[in-house]
């Protein structure tokens, strides 16, 4: 339950109760309303990683309706450019940008797997499917050459090439790194 006793007019939902609460208890006074060129720029970065368009911010301020801020979650939220921004966290967690894992690294061609996770989650994808079809999209019964490409999640791992290690040696440090990624990414 949010604290009831946090009485302020920057409470705006449930949530600033307690962050008020423990400001309260550490002695600090929260910061006053950001302008609103600031929350169009502060969200429009968090939401798509990019700043607004100058356009977009004369929009904004010209917008002086009730839910004009909500207006702008809404529409940057249903753009594709949200999912683009979503999909770097996941891809970080699954080791996207990761080499092959040698001095001598050659090009990877695992871009398919990142767009299919930014359609995923571009189409809202439910997190059960996103992540039974990462792990065994090819096990899936009539599997899709989608459902292959999304175990491009285990791809993301070292790999053996050449007669540099033992093949079976390699092979389970393979397999203890996606053991180890895939542990990560699911708690």
Same mark, same amino acid.
């Given at each position: 339950?949010?604290? @009831?006793?946090?009485r302020? @007019?920057?409470?705006?939902?449930?949530?600033? /109760?307690?962050?008020?609460?423990?400001?309260?208890?550490?002695?600090?006074?929260?910061?006053?309303?950001a302008?609103?060129?600031?929350?169009?720029?502060?969200?429009?970065?968090?939401?798509?990683?990019?700043?607004?368009?100058?356009?977009?911010?004369?929009?904004?301020?010209?917008?002086?309706?009730?839910?004009?801020?909500?207006?702008?979650?809404?529409?940057? !939220?249903? !753009?594709?450019?949200?999912?683009?921004?979503? @999909?770097?966290?996941?891809?970080d967690?699954?080791?996207?940008?990761?080499?092959?894992?040698?001095?001598?690294?050659?090009?990877?061609?695992?871009?398919?797997?990142?767009d299919?996770?930014?359609? @995923?989650?571009?189409?809202?994808?439910?997190?059960?499917?996103?992540? !039974?079809?990462?792990?065994?999209?090819?096990?899936?019964?009539n599997?899709?050459?989608?459902?292959?490409?999304?175990?491009?999640?285990?791809?993301?791992?070292?790999?053996?090439?050449?007669?540099?290690y033992?093949?079976?040696?390699?092979?389970?440090?393979?397999?203890?790194? /996606?053991?180890?990624?895939?542990g990560?990414?699911?708690?």
């Amino acid at each position: 339950m949010p604290p @009831a006793n946090v009485r302020s @007019a920057s409470v705006w939902n449930p949530l600033d /109760r307690f962050i008020l609460s423990q400001l309260t208890k550490d002695g600090l006074n929260p910061s006053p309303e950001a302008n609103r060129a600031t929350l169009i720029r502060r969200v429009t970065l968090d939401l798509i990683g990019l700043p607004p368009t100058p356009a977009e911010v004369s929009a904004f301020l010209k917008d002086d309706a009730p839910g004009a801020y909500d207006r702008l979650v809404d529409r940057l !939220i249903s !753009i594709r450019d949200y999912a683009e921004r979503r @999909a770097q966290d996941w891809l970080d967690l699954a080791r996207y940008a990761d080499t092959r894992g040698f001095a001598d690294d050659k090009k990877r061609e695992i871009w398919p797997y990142r767009d299919w996770v930014v359609r @995923a989650l571009d189409r809202n994808m439910s997190f059960d499917q996103f992540t !039974i079809e990462q792990l065994a999209g090819d096990m899936l019964p009539n599997a899709t050459i989608d459902h292959r490409l999304t175990t491009g999640f285990h791809r993301n791992a070292p790999q053996a090439r050449g007669q540099t290690y033992p093949v079976e040696e390699y092979r389970l440090k393979g397999v203890t790194d /996606r053991v180890n990624t895939t542990g990560k990414v699911l708690v």
